[in-house]
């Protein structure tokens, strides 16, 4: 059973930044993507980034330009570096896994793992 395990989420002010982090259990040596989404209350939740084991970016419009998925292969993290966060950007954040051959639109978020989520606070 592959487990997820997101941190580095905390409170910025709007123009700062933070890095979150998704450590993986364990070594996934065939297709994959991995995506991050946040949350807030009474919202849907919303795909923000998404990398593929060729490297395969991908990025929600809002972010663009701001946030960057990159992952460690090495030691099986994927991270999230988010810049000139707005007070939009606050969320809950979770990392998701699929064994997915090229990722989907970031609109889909039927993902096999997920992590517990690390919340992000952003004040104007």
């Known amino acids: 059973q592959v487990q997820l395990e997101e941190s580095g989420g905390g409170s910025a002010q709007a123009g700062g930044s933070l890095r979150l982090s998704c450590v993986v259990s364990?070594?996934?040596?065939?297709?994959?993507?991995m995506s991050w989404f946040r949350q807030v209350p009474r919202k849907e939740r919303e795909g923000v980034a998404s990398v593929d084991n060729d490297g395969k970016s991908a990025y929600a419009d809002s972010v663009k330009g701001r946030f960057t998925i990159s992952q460690d292969k090495a030691e099986n993290i994927l991270y999230l570096q988010m810049n000139d966060l707005k007070p939009e950007d606050a969320a809950m954040y979770y990392c998701?896994?699929?064994?997915?051959?090229?990722?989907?639109?970031?609109?889909?978020?039927?993902?096999?793992?997920w992590g517990q989520g690390t919340q992000v606070t952003v004040s104007s």
């Open positions: 998701a896994l699929d064994g997915y051959v090229g990722c989907p639109p970031l609109t889909e978020s039927e993902y096999l793992y």
């Open positions: 364990e070594y996934i040596d065939s297709s994959y993507c």
